[in-house]
């Protein structure tokens, strides 16, 4: 039998390995010159730098199916999310005290009462043993979920809006509210990890397990059937099963869907100095995010978990003005905005450049009910990835459990 596969992000290689192990033919096609699809680092001024904000939430179930979480050397950023003002310069803390003790305090002086008991409840609804129990029962949008949990106006504006816009990529957060159910309960069983690699070493780890896989890079793929994949080489590629593990945007592009899903794109802002402006491993959250002219969502310096001579501060934009990134105009803008922050000490940190993604998440409707929010096979062809269930290496990850409970195939690691 043989399988080909188009795209050689994580679902592209984990389906890879599932197949090949059980006997499949398999050839991974991959448009650009290396794997890892969104998941995917690049090089700076001789750093190592993911493209995109990552974490990998350790309570995701998948991860242990798949992954040797130990070989990644994942090091936990702290149980809380620092908030800072940026007009006063004002820095407060929301943690989860069940996990994080020590938070307790500043949480519910920076929440208040009303809110950090909300906030308690929401965290004692959630599910260990099924993260995504949510989906399962019908949804809100968002915001309108967190008027519902009687959230006050000025905590949603000063923190579960930001908080949330960075998750979703998205300014309106046009999601529904299981999503961030399932979120919140990933954030509250496990940690928020980093490999010591960059986050490509998730999906490399997997690549290293292919054996007998072809694998094509540069190679672009024009239109595909149930049977065949054609390059815009002009070459056909003959199947017995094609597996599109490719982004929402393209995925639908080769299926001729008309409908264009929304664009959600990130850019993140990289600068090297040698004292960090943050002691600890936390998200610094801007409460002011979407007033004004303030472009900065989030500050974060990866460098404080893996130990390193120099630091690197990264902040992150979404939206449209991400795709300014590479505007001399805007990086000084981004630098103004660092200084507002941090003081004058942003102005002596080395600018080592930028990273960019157009499609960084697909986009979904804002009350879909279900986990799996795509068939599983369309026209005959098998569609795997974070679009057909949900935006998280969780729902990539059980997509392609999914094709191989279809195939009845079993998980490599368990096999």
Not at 61 to 70: A, G, K, N, Y
Not at 192 to 204: D, F, L, R
Not at 336 to 352: H, M, V
Request: glycine share 8%; hydrophobic share 40%; proline share 5%.
């Amino acid at each position: 039998m043989k399988a080909v596969i188009v795209g050689a992000g994580l679902a592209g290689c984990a389906a890879a390995w599932a197949l090949e192990q059980h006997g499949y033919d398999c050839t991974l096609i991959e448009a650009s010159d290396k794997a890892g699809g969104r998941m995917k680092c690049t090089t700076i001024g001789g750093h190592n730098v993911d493209v995109g904000f990552h974490v990998l939430h350790t309570a995701y179930p998948s991860l242990q199916r798949w992954l040797d979480l130990e070989a990644l050397d994942l090091k936990p950023m702290d149980a809380a999310t620092d908030l800072i003002s940026p007009s006063t310069g004002n820095i407060q803390t929301i943690g989860d005290p069940l996990r994080a003790p020590s938070t307790l305090i500043p949480t519910v002086f920076s929440a208040g009462i009303w809110n950090a008991l909300r906030m308690l409840r929401w965290r004692l609804r959630t599910r260990k043993s099924d993260l995504e129990a949510a989906m399962d029962r019908p949804s809100l949008p968002l915001d309108t979920y967190f008027d519902a949990m009687r959230f006050s106006k000025a905590f949603q504006t000063s923190f579960l809006q930001p908080l949330f816009a960075g998750i979703t990529l998205d300014q309106n957060r046009m999601e529904r509210s299981a999503f961030a159910s399932f979120t919140f309960s990933a954030m509250s069983h496990g940690s928020m990890t980093m490999p010591k690699q960059g986050i490509e070493a998730v999906p490399n780890q997997i690549l290293q397990n292919l054996k007998s896989t072809e694998i094509k890079y540069n190679a672009t793929v024009s239109s595909v059937s149930s049977n065949a994949v054609l390059l815009e080489s002009g070459k056909s590629i003959k199947a017995d099963i094609v597996v599109l593990a490719t982004p929402q945007n393209v995925t639908q592009n080769l299926l001729g869907a008309t409908d264009t899903p929304r664009r959600k794109e990130t850019a993140t802002y990289v600068f090297a100095c040698k004292d960090p402006p943050l002691k600890r491993a936390r998200l610094l959250l801007n409460t002011e995010y979407g007033e004004g002219n303030h472009k900065i969502l989030h500050v974060h310096v990866p460098t404080l978990l893996h130990g390193s001579d120099s630091h690197l501060v990264v902040a992150t934009v979404i939206g449209e003005d991400s795709r300014l990134h590479e505007h001399k105009s805007e990086q000084k803008k981004i630098r103004t905005e660092l200084i507002n922050w941090f003081g004058n000490d942003a102005k002596d940190w080395y600018f080592i450049g930028t990273t960019y993604v157009d499609y960084a998440l697909p986009s979904g409707g804002t009350t879909a009910t279900g986990r799996e929010r795509q068939p599983l096979i369309q026209d005959g062809i098998y569609c795997i990835g974070d679009h057909t269930m949900h935006p998280s290496v969780q729902g990539t990850l059980r997509s392609v459990e999914r094709l191989l409970e279809h195939l009845e195939i079993p998980i490599p690691m368990k096999g």
